[in-house]
């Protein structure tokens, strides 16, 4: 089994803070994500500034598009941006849209979204998916459990790789063992962490443990 | 019948062209969108410069959030805006939280919502609406019609305000005829007018035509 890859999001409210914490931690996960609070502040000065920063890395451009997908997608792309999201809840047309003008596009989990709207995303030449906790769901005291992790499953067993996100820490690993999880994101857990780059190294060496190098 | 009010949306991707197009339609409209494509590319800019330009006027930052809800409505609240847009599959908890930081939160209504979480809506105290034709539907040949009259009536009278956009022209509007929809949205309806001033009046002559002054 892949070992699923570590991805840091970003979500700043200011641009200097983020490349603050991205310096100590860029070299380490797999994937910068210029999360959706920082590209709203900053713009594409965000992305293009971590593009300047890792020329090398896989950066993710977290618009959670909902409409104009082409314009969305194409800009980001300029700026430097490997893949973007799309909501759930966007049109097919929409998602279609942005597909056409970055390399990858990733489906954003978020309420009330059905197995048969997902194959159509598939049936659209999509196939990665991020299934999420809320952040806000988590503030009202929600958490991952057997619900979820049944979820992330079927969305494999459909052919989707799989980002899991929210709330995640070193120790919440464990319950994905034997589950070809794509990619885990974690934003505070690494950033707010007393040492990032620490914190970044043991998440790291946790998936190492539990899926292999 | 209140007339209903008349929105120009910024979807420019780059600020200087946005300020240069609401230099000549910013007195004359009731409300000034920092669209999605603008705050995604300029970023809190985009609605400081807008409010720096006009004091006195509705701002809306059309985030479509979908987490994170108090910090994003925070951030643009700080920069100038009135209002913001959270989209429909946004958890109720995130709508709360964005509601909580800022004047008014609208939903932005994509995809297959139901009328049960519209319901859910308005008793956590969110009662506006915008009922869209997506853009890239537009693209694909979908239009106003009957099925989309209908679904906006539904909304108003379960009481919400209900803004309505896409694709929208001074054409168009008669249709609502007798509808007390609260908003037109229009964006490069009046900015890629020959003459957006011009454009801007003769949207605001037509509402006032059919529903008054």
Not at 141 to 160: A, H, N, P, R
Request: aromatic share 8%.
């Amino acid at each position: 089994m892949t070992r699923p890859n570590l991805q840091v999001a970003l979500d700043h409210s200011d641009l200097p803070s983020a490349i603050k914490d991205v310096t100590n931690v860029g070299d380490i996960v797999d994937i910068i994500e210029v999360g959706t609070i920082l590209i709203l502040q900053a713009g594409d000065q965000a992305v293009k500034c971590i593009r300047a920063m890792y020329p090398d890395k896989k950066i993710v451009a977290d618009t959670k598009c909902a409409d104009a997908g082409g314009t969305v997608a194409e800009n980001v792309q300029k700026a430097g941006a490997d893949w973007t999201t799309v909501i759930c809840c966007a049109t097919i047309p929409t998602m279609k849209a942005a597909a056409e003008k970055i390399e990858e596009v990733q489906v954003e989990l978020y309420g009330d979204w059905t197995y048969e709207q997902a194959q159509l995303w598939l049936d659209a030449g999509i196939s990665q998916v991020i299934y999420h906790q809320s952040r806000d769901a988590l503030f009202a005291g929600e958490t991952w459990g057997e619900k979820d992790l049944t979820k992330v499953q079927k969305l494999i067993d459909m052919g989707f790789r799989v980002s899991v996100t929210g709330g995640l820490d070193v120790e919440t690993l464990k319950l994905f063992k034997g589950m070809p999880v794509y990619t885990f994101i974690t934003g505070r857990g690494i950033t707010a962490a007393e040492n990032p780059a620490q914190a970044a190294t043991d998440f790291l060496a946790e998936i190492k443990r539990i899926w292999g190098e």
